[in-house]
């Protein structure tokens, strides 16, 4: 069963597996940081006790939300799980009141750029060597438009 929950500091050895087999690129300890700093944002996705994915999205201004990464383990992938995670941080960043959120992926990442836009994320512009090995990326946007009550 897919479970998605809140990350808990007994989840940090499952999440730097998952992002050093999916990214292999951000400081392990940053992870740490954002559960100090906004924990809510940050969630799993466990199948039968065992963690295959995570999210973490926070906010960046009083309108737009900003997600930092999502990773799937490759073997779970292709079921849905990174839908419903998506799906959750949306809906976090759209009750904390964001108009928007806002994502990078990398130039090369193909499979991750079409995943986005199959969700409603547009590319906005090519950041130009982004990431820490001079790779590009593309800064994409969903608007979340105004809420209704």
């Not at 809140?6 to 597996?17: E, G």
């Not at 009141?97 to 750029?113: D, H, P, Q």
């Not at 593309?138 to 608007?143: I, T, V």
Request: net charge positive; glycine share 8%.
């Amino acid at each position: 069963m897919n479970i998605i929950r809140k990350f808990q500091p007994s989840d940090f050895p499952s999440v730097i597996d998952i992002e050093r087999r999916v990214f292999n690129e951000h400081d392990p300890y940053l992870y740490m940081q954002f559960y100090e700093t906004c924990s809510e944002g940050f969630m799993l996705a466990e199948i039968n006790g065992i963690v295959v994915g995570y999210v973490v999205g926070f906010q960046t201004s009083r309108k737009t939300g900003r997600i930092f990464s999502l990773a799937v383990l490759p073997e779970y992938q292709n079921r849905g799980i990174g839908s419903n995670l998506l799906e959750e941080i949306i809906n976090y960043l759209r009750q904390r009141g964001a108009f928007e959120v806002i994502l990078e992926v990398r130039v090369s990442n193909i499979k991750a750029k079409r995943f986005y836009e199959r969700h409603g994320f547009y590319q906005v512009r090519v950041l130009k060597r982004y990431y820490n090995d001079g790779e590009d990326a593309y800064l994409m946007r969903l608007s979340l438009g105004p809420r209704s009550s």
